[in-house]
C-alpha cells in the first residue's frame, strides 16, 4: 500500500528469496562461490549453513538461475524423509522411473547408479541440493554418501550440496558421520551482517525496487543493525513494517521511533532488551490503527485509481488453491500442457506425440526449471508450475497471466483468480514453459562460435542496445560480442557468464517486442 507513495516499482523487503534482491556482501560471495565450486569439482559434498535468515536459499536460488545446460539437479525441499523416501524423491527429481509402489533401496539404488552412469556417458554433471539439511535422519545422511561412491577415475558421478542451520554442523561433527564428513570438499558458514552491510543491503533493495535508497537515514541504521541482530529476514521484516507506518504518518523519510515501533511489531517478544513492555503498550493500538487509516485510504483517495470497483470485485472472488474435486488428481501434469499448448495455439491431438515433441513441431521447445515465483516473472511466459495445496496433495496448474497480485491459473478444467503470495506459499519450485526457438538453434552460443544464430544474437543486441551490428556474412562470436551479450545479461538479472542460451535468448526475444503469449503484459498493464 506504501509502494506508489514512496515511488516503488515493487515491494523491496518481500521475503521471498528473489536473486534480484540477493546483495552480495563478501560473505555471499563466498557462499556463492562455495555453491558453484561443488557443481564444477571433481565431486563429493559441499556444506553451506547459516543461522535462519542469513539469506541460504536467496544463494541458492541466485546458484539455480545460472546452473549450465549440462548439469541436472535434484533440488529437495522437504529432508525429513525415510530412505526410501529419500530415493524415490532423487528419482522423481531426475525423472527416473521406477516400479509403481516400490519400496527397495536396492532397486531405487540401482535405477540411480544407471542413470548418473548413463549422465556420465553424455557428459552431463548430476547436482543433488538438499535444504533443511539439518533435519536429515543419521540413516538418510548415510545413504547419500552411499550414493556418491560411484565414480570414475577422475570424478565422482555425484554431486551434493547441503544447506542446513547450524545443527547440521553438529551432526556431522559427530563420530558417526565421520565418513561423510571426510568427503566435504568445501564448507561455509553465513553469519550475520555488520552495520555497514546493513545500510548497504538497504540501499540496495531499494534501489532494486526503484526507490529511494536513502529513504533510511543512516542515524538509523546502528538503530537497525541492533534490532535485527544483522539478520536479513528480521531486517526486511523491520524496514517492511517501517516503511507501512512512515506512510501512514505521512512522512517523508523512517525516523528512529517509526523503526523501533516497527521492530516491536515483528518481533513480539518483551525478552528483547530494545523493546520496552511501554512500547508493547502502544504498539498494538498504533498498527490497528495503521491498518483503518489504510483501508479507508484505499477505498476513498482518488490517487490509488488503479483499485477500481471491478478490481476489488476481482479480488473478492479469489479462489484458494485446491484441485478440483470432480477431476482425478492423477491427470493435473497432462491437463496443465493441453492449458499450456492451448496459451500458444496449439491443440493436443492425443496422436501419440508427446507434449515437447508436439511443441517442437511448432518450433517451440521445452523449457524445465526451478527457481522463484520472480524466476518465472522474468521469464515472462505462461508457465506449469507443481503445487501442494493444504492436504499436502500435490498436482500441477498452469499460470496464464500475472496482472497486479491476482494469477490466472487453469486448474485442471477450471479457470481461476488465486492470490500470487498463495502461490509462493504452495510452490514447489519446479516450472516448464515454452520458448520459441530461434533460426538455427542448435545449443548454446558463446564466444568462438559460429553459425546463423550467431548473427541472429548479434542482429537482436544490436536493436536492444542501439548500436550497430558487429557480424555480417562471416557470423563470428567474438569477444566483443561476448561483453555486449553480458551488458544485456546484467541489464535484465541473468547471469553475465556471455553464454547465449535458453534464459538468454528468452529474453532477447521479449526485449525486442514478441508476439508471444506473454505472463504479464506490460503494455496493457502500465
Not at 542446513?164 to 568445501?186: F, V
Not at 526486511?236 to 507501512?244: E, K, P
Not at 496449439?346 to 520472480?374: F, M, P, T, W
Request: glycine share 8%; proline share 5%; aromatic share 6%.
Amino acid at each position: 500500500m506504501y509502494k506508489e507513495y514512496f515511488g516503488l516499482k515493487e515491494l523491496p523487503f518481500s521475503i521471498a528469496p528473489d536473486p534480484r534482491y540477493l546483495y552480495m556482501s563478501e560473505q555471499h560471495r563466498e557462499a556463492l562461490a562455495h555453491l558453484v565450486y561443488g557443481m564444477n569439482t571433481e565431486g563429493g559434498f559441499v556444506l553451506l549453513t547459516g543461522e535462519v535468515g542469513t539469506g541460504k536459499t536467496t544463494v541458492c536460488r541466485c546458484l539455480l538461475d545460472q546452473i549450465p545446460e549440462d548439469i541436472d539437479t535434484a533440488f529437495l525441499i522437504n529432508p525429513k524423509l525415510s530412505v526410501d523416501e529419500l530415493l524415490a524423491s532423487i528419482c522423481d527429481e531426475l525423472r527416473i522411473l521406477y516400479p509403481q509402489g516400490n519400496k527397495s533401496i536396492k532397486v531405487f539404488t540401482d535405477l540411480i547408479n544407471s542413470y548418473l552412469l548413463d549422465a556420465h556417458a553424455r557428459n552431463r554433471k548430476t547436482v543433488l541440493i538438499i535444504e533443511e539439511a539439518q533435519n536429515l535422519s543419521t540413516d538418510v545422511l548415510e545413504q547419500i554418501r552411499l550414493l556418491t561412491n560411484l565414480e570414475t577415475n577422475q570424478q565422482k558421478l555425484l554431486h551434493v550440496i547441503m544447506l542446513g542451520q547450524p545443527e547440521l554442523r553438529e551432526k556431522l561433527a559427530q563420530p558417526e558421520m565421520r565418513q561423510l564428513s571426510q568427503r566435504i570438499t568445501a564448507r561455509y558458514h553465513l553469519g550475520s551482517l555488520s552495520r555497514r552491510e546493513v545500510s548497504e543491503y538497504v540501499s540496495h533493495r531499494l534501489s532494486v525496487a526503484g526507490g529511494n535508497p536513502k529513504l533510511f537515514p543512516d542515524s538509523v541504521i546502528g538503530r537497525l543493525h541492533r534490532l535485527s541482530n544483522g539478520i536479513p529476514r528480521l531486517i526486511n521484516l523491520i524496514c517492511d513494517r517501517a516503511l507501512l507506518g512512515t506512510y501512514v504518518q505521512g512522512k517523508e523519510k523512517i525516523d528512529r521511533a517509526t523503526l523501533v515501533k516497527a521492530a516491536h511489531e515483528v518481533i513480539g517478544k518483551p525478552s528483547y532488551p530494545v523493546i520496552s513492555i511501554k512500547m508493547l503498550q502502544w504498539g498494538l493500538p498504533g498498527i490497528l490503527l495503521a491498518c483503518l487509516i489504510v483501508f479507508a485510504f484505499v477505498i476513498t483517495t482518488k490517487s490509488s485509481e488503479k483499485n477500481t470497483p471491478l478490481q476489488l470485485k476481482e479480488t473478492l472472488q479469489i479462489s484458494r488453491l485446491s484441485w478440483p474435486e470432480d477431476v482425478p488428481i492423477d491427470n493435473s501434469k497432462d491437463m496443465a500442457y493441453e492449458a499450456l499448448l492451448m496459451s500458444w495455439g496449439i491443440v493436443y491431438e492425443k496422436d501419440g506425440n508427446n507434449y515437447c515433441e508436439l511443441a517442437r513441431s511448432h518450433g517451440l521447445q521445452c523449457l524445465n526449471g526451478k527457481g522463484s515465483l520472480n524466476s518465472l516473472i522474468k521469464l515472462n511466459r505462461p508457465a506449469i508450475v507443481k503445487l501442494s495445496d493444504d492436504h499436502g496433495q500435490e498436482f500441477y496448474v498452469t499460470i496464464k497471466k500475472i496482472q497486479e497480485q491476482v494469477a490466472t491459473i487453469i486448474t485442471g478444467n477450471e479457470t481461476r483468480l488465486v492470490d500470487v503470495e498463495e502461490i509462493s506459499l504452495h510452490w514447489l519450485g519446479d516450472y516448464i514453459v515454452l520458448w520459441r526457438i530461434p533460426p538455427g538453434y542448435k545449443g548454446r552460443v558463446r564466444q568462438g562460435s559460429r553459425g546463423p544464430l550467431v548473427g541472429w544474437v548479434d542482429e537482436r543486441l544490436a536493436i536492444v542496445q542501439g548500436m550497430q551490428r558487429l557480424t555480417t556474412g562471416d557470423y563470428f562470436f567474438n569477444s566483443e560480442l561476448a561483453e555486449r551479450v553480458k551488458e544485456f545479461q546484467i541489464s535484465r538479472a541473468l547471469a553475465p557468464d556471455g553464454i547465449v542460451g535458453p534464459l538468454t535468448l528468452i529474453h532477447l526475444n521479449t526485449a525486442t517486442g514478441t508476439d508471444e503469449p506473454l505472463l504479464i503484459n506490460e503494455k496493457k498493464e502500465m
